[in-house]
């Protein structure tokens, strides 16, 4: 079965703390996202990757950066973390060329910054 | 870009009835269309898709529909169970050959025992 880890289910944060949410794959799989997920607001794209060192950004990318040095694993950065990014983080993976867009979620990481 | 539009945002029915949710999109090019299941704790699972060339596709007792020419798909649930009690998001991707999906805004399913 693909496996995606989110490294951290919950963290508790300051503000203007820095924060990594590291993410791992094992299925080889050319994409990696960062979603965001809040109440009545669905899933939203912050960045996505379709290989090493590669990014693109999301529908909300302000205040977030990643970083791609491997294949398998994904970090989303938050440089200077504030209230509003209070919220559930979610990992996904998938391949570039499959006959679906299967996207393999991970279980999540909530973030709560005070 | 793409717009997608999920209702309703929730959803009771009492154990055996059916369910459905329904989704819109704007982006005409889009042609393929998820749906995933969020149980409590975890991540979004993939549970039926259907691409832009077909009408309707069945798996056990969920079925997705699509009409193109109104723009909108629906998911239909049978038989419910209380396992069925979860999120469910639909997805679209802004045109074709893109897997930057723009999601719904997710249904609460409760299944009433």
């Known amino acids: 079965d693909v496996k995606v880890t989110q490294s951290s289910r919950y963290l508790v944060k300051r503000t203007g703390e820095k924060v990594f949410l590291e993410c791992v794959q094992d299925?080889?799989?050319?994409?990696m996202f960062w979603y965001r997920q809040d109440p009545g607001l669905g899933l939203r794209l912050i960045y996505f990757?379709?290989?090493?060192?590669?990014?693109e950004k999301g529908d909300i990318p302000e205040g977030y950066s990643v970083s791609r040095e491997k294949k398998e694993r994904f970090s989303l950065i938050l440089e200077s973390a504030s209230t509003n990014q209070t919220s559930m983080y979610l990992c996904a993976s998938s391949f570039r060329l499959a006959d679906t867009g299967e996207l393999f979620f991970g279980e999540g990481s909530r973030l709560t910054v005070l | 870009g793409e717009n997608v539009e999920q209702h309703p945002s929730t959803l009771s029915v009492q154990e055996g009835d059916s369910a459905v949710i329904k989704c819109t999109y704007s982006d005409s090019a889009s042609n393929y269309f998820p749906w995933y299941k969020q149980e409590l704790g975890k991540g979004p699972q993939l549970i039926i898709d259907?691409?832009?060339?077909?009408g309707e596709k069945k798996d056990q007792r969920i079925a997705v529909t699509l009409n193109k020419t109104a723009k909108h798909f629906s998911l239909h649930i049978t038989e419910t169970q209380p396992e069925d009690s979860a999120v469910y998001f639909c997805?679209?991707?802004?045109?074709?050959?893109?897997?930057?999906?723009?999601f719904g805004t997710g249904t609460r399913l409760k299944v009433l025992a």
């Open positions: 997805a679209a991707p802004p045109g074709s050959g893109t897997y930057k999906y723009i």
């Open positions: 259907i691409r832009s060339n077909v």
């Open positions: 990757s379709y290989d090493v060192k590669m990014k």
């Open positions: 299925m080889d799989h050319e994409n």
